[in-house]
């Protein structure tokens, strides 16, 4: 199972980001554990400068905006 964290205030951008990542999980049959980060302190501490942020089993992916669906899914994969 893959631990995947999106960072975020708990924007509307982040719940997409949030849903996209569960969605993605689900067409390619992974299972997913995905926790919402909403503290200042520690969306810092994990490098990320712009929100949403995407890391997966502990490295960041992904820092501001939605991810590329296709982007989402290889980073998933791998």
Do not use: F, N
Request: net charge positive; with cysteine; charged share 25%.
């Amino acid at each position: 199972m893959k631990s995947i964290k999106v960072y975020g205030p708990g924007c509307k951008r982040c719940e997409t980001t949030a849903t996209l990542v569960r969605d993605a999980a689900r067409s390619l049959g992974l299972e997913v554990e995905v926790e919402k980060v909403t503290d200042p302190r520690a969306i810092a501490m994990a490098g990320v400068m712009s929100t949403p942020g995407i890391s997966i089993d502990g490295k960041l992916v992904h820092s501001g905006g939605l991810p590329d669906a296709q982007k989402l899914e290889g980073w998933l994969k791998a």
